[in-house]
């Protein structure tokens, strides 16, 4: 039997992509998850490796869906392998049993997992850069400006919240927050 294994990272992520190649690829089951790859305890993941028998092959679109390190994936294929399961990741190939399959597939895991820690690196470095402007500001940027908030709140003298929301289209929450930011500055 043919198992597919998709994941994303995030639950804003979609997993269509995969499961449609995974299909393409004549899986009869497929098992999905949104889970964070940087996580050792992926629930589905662990329920599909308890599912896969002698012969069935475990189908993965890229290595970087299978395993958070080169370490975790040797060591799943190693046992995959001792069980009697094939691996086939769709960008790859087939991978094999053998001396070469094994040394490819360690390569490969290798490649795959630098090429994380670089995208880590790079984002850190440009964080770090960041944070040295004057103007830099964590996380997502504001929707509203300045003036448009000190608007809002200039109205909440005469009038609710919920006119307020109305009227300029600022949320009640973001209102609240932002004008307990503004107090808080004029303290």
Known sequence: ??????????????????????????????????????????????????????DDTLVITKLDRFARSAVEGIQTVKALFTRGVKVHILNIGLVEDTATGRLIFNILSSFAEFERDMIVERTQEGKALAKQRDDFREGRPRKHSKQQILHAVELLKTHTYKEVETKTGIKKRTLIYRKNELEAMRL
């Open 1 to 54: 039997m043919r198992y597919g294994y998709a994941r994303v990272s995030t639950i804003a992520q979609d997993l269509e992509v995969q499961i449609k190649a995974l299909q393409a690829a004549e899986c009869q089951v497929i098992y999905q998850e949104k889970f964070t790859g940087t996580k050792t305890d992926r629930p589905e993941f662990n329920k599909l490796l308890e599912a896969l028998k002698k």
